[in-house]
């Protein structure tokens, strides 16, 4: 039987022990010698990294049990943290980031020496016997220097193959081991501004011998340089505006050929080591995954006649398509869609068929419990449009009264460069099915949506991500799906000052949640990893030339203007945006007297890997808005302290 509820009142079975008993972390895969390889991260373990192999014949065996951590520090997201070469796994322990070598069915041991060094983002040169790879150098106490490195297989002797650039990613072998490509970029660049890739031959001792930039620079972003197994060097760049497919061929007075113009991302913003959106089939065929409009697609392409064939994928379609690898007639690739969350499928080329051989997240939910997300396009500043996905209210067991119009939870996603997309995330299901809408947004800067859209933001953090979310929530409300007196904001990282910043400098929203945001923009700018040091010069502004920005758009600078109850959540071990960030927030809006509350969570860094401290915010947030809001609680949830709250429920 119905019943009738207020919108956030609602019973439902996506409970929060729900959602992390049974979730994964699926990461990055590869193939060798017919065998698959891929990371499984578990919250209820407390977040260990566990390398996972299915033989040829089905055989699924878990490589690295606890203790080890099968994850790298280098620009402190990591990525690339594993590689495998003739059955012989190659991993960095998180624990201490030495390299070891795992032989199945023995101990893993150690292959470098402990010192102050990251590896990741490796090759194995077969021929030479070495690992070639991404090393960052710690030891001077300042900036760490990342650099080209080769480890010798016995030995662990190491030598170093190219420096003098601030960051380097993707060393790849051609296939007769006779030439090395890799990427190359600088301060303030990210990988998404501008990139450089260089080749050089590999000299008989091992060195590498006139090297040669051969595309790329600060304007034009260079993603996954693979070689086929002819030896022909494949590209993605977006010199187009978009991100597009590239051939180089050296015979040609322009070696540069494009292989078949769209406007499409077939690349990804590089946070990680590792990306993956395409590989070579058996036939010669290239097998890629591309975006458009915020929904992932499948493609033949064939490099020589530049026809692009689509594929059907998934049923419902997959709309999240992710880490793709290839290895002769199979396929496997990260993907999920509206109804699903994300899994590991395995596509046979030939037969087309598809085997799911893990999930992120093992329930199965009831679709009257699952929202649908709408894909939407609102106006917003300087007569542009901008983007994101609406999630209406859903429970099959309630209905709000006559005339109540739900409360609507606009996220902003992190990066800021990066995007969000339209597959089942019950973190997002949590709140529907209680009653609560959600619009998540893609605002001008996101990514998927060609170089212009994610140059929208440069220069402006602060202002049109912060006017997209505003103008998606009250497009909603003009339309009357949602309650404009019920708006409330939330976002981790980049996505937690777009948060605050919104709730700072304008009215709009009445309550906000901030995991792990920025609120001193010129405290980031001095005190962050390499990686990022600089990133806030194409956001911002030069820092400190124009300190003045830094200051005008920092909330902790303006907390006048600030007056609705937020809730921050943070990790202590957190080195990308230190705690003092959260903390300097928190006392100061229970000086000035407004409903503040503060989650610090022991042993997490930037984002949270323990089932305990996930269950415990996603409890926490919806307990503040209750209690902001006046809404019964239909969930037995642990109180969270508010500051300043003068009345509860």
Known sequence: MVEQARYGSWRSPITPDWIVAESLRLGQACWDQGDLYWTEGRPQEKGPNVLIRRSRDGLQTE???????????????????????EGIVYFCHFADQRLYRLIPGSEPLPLTEAAPYRYADGVVDRVRRRILCVREDHSSGGEPVNCLVSIDLSSGSQQILAAGHDFYANPRLSPDG??????????????????????????????????????????????????????????ISDRSGWWNFYRWDPALADPIQALYPL???????????????????????????????????????????????????????????????????????????PTESVALVCLELDSGQLQVLARSNRLEVDPGYVSIPQAITFPTGAEQVAYGFFYPPKNQDFVAPAGEKPPLLVKSHGGPTGATSAVLNLGIQYWTSRGIAVLDVN?????????????????????????????????????????????????????????????????????????????????????????????????????????????????????????????????????????????????????????????????????????????????AELYFYAQVFGFLLADAIEPVLIHNLSTSV
């Open 178 to 235: 006779q030439v090395l490509v890799w990427l190359t970029w600088e301060h303030p660049q990210m990988p998404w501004d501008g990139t450089e890739l260089w080749q050089a031959e590999v000299a008989p001792d091992g060195r590498l011998r006139d090297p040669q930039k051969i595309a790329g620079g600060p304007t034009e972003s260079i993603f996954q340089p693979q070689w086929s197994p002819e030896g022909m060097l494949h590209f």
């Open 263 to 337: 406007e499409a991302e077939f690349g990804e913003p590089q946070w990680v080591f590792g990306l993956s959106t395409y590989g070579f089939c058996g036939d010669g065929r290239i097998l890629a995954c591309y975006e458009r409009e915020g929904i992932s697609h499948l493609a033949y392409l064939d490099p020589d006649s530049g026809r692009l064939e689509g594929i059907p994928c998934g049923r419902p379609p997959y709309t999240q398509i992710r880490g793709l690898q290839v290895s002769g007639e199979q396929a496997v690739f990260l993907a999920g869609s």
């Open 443 to 619: 605002y001008r800067g996101s990514t998927g949506y060609g170089r212009a859209y994610r140059d929208a933001l440069k220069g402006k953090w602060g202002l049109v991500d912060v006017e997209d979310c505003i103008c998606g929530a009250k497009f909603l409300a003009d339309q009357g799906q949602v309650d404009g007196e019920r708006l409330m904001i939330s976002g981790g990282s980049a996505g937690g000052y777009t948060t605050l910043a919104a709730l700072t400098f304008h009215e709009v929203f009445k309550a906000g949640a901030s995991y792990y945001g920025v609120s001193d923009l010129e405290a980031l700018a001095q005190d962050t990893h390499k990686f990022e040091s600089r990133y806030l010069d194409n956001l911002i502004g030069p820092y400190p030339e124009r300190r003045d920005l830094y200051q005008a758009r920092s909330p902790i600078h303006h907390l006048e203007r600030l007056c609705c109850p937020v809730i921050f959540f943070q990790g202590l071990e957190d080195a990308i945006v230190p705690p003092n960030q959260a903390e300097a927030m928190v006392a100061a809006l229970k000086t000035k007297g407004l409903p503040v509350a503060y989650v610090p969570f022991e042993g997490e860094q930037h984002g949270f890997r323990q089932a305990a401290n996930i269950k415990r915010a996603l409890e």
């Open 63 to 85: 490589l690295t049990p606890d203790p080890w951590n099968v994850r790298t520090r280098v620009h402190e997201y990591g990525g690339g943290a594993y590689w495998v070469s």
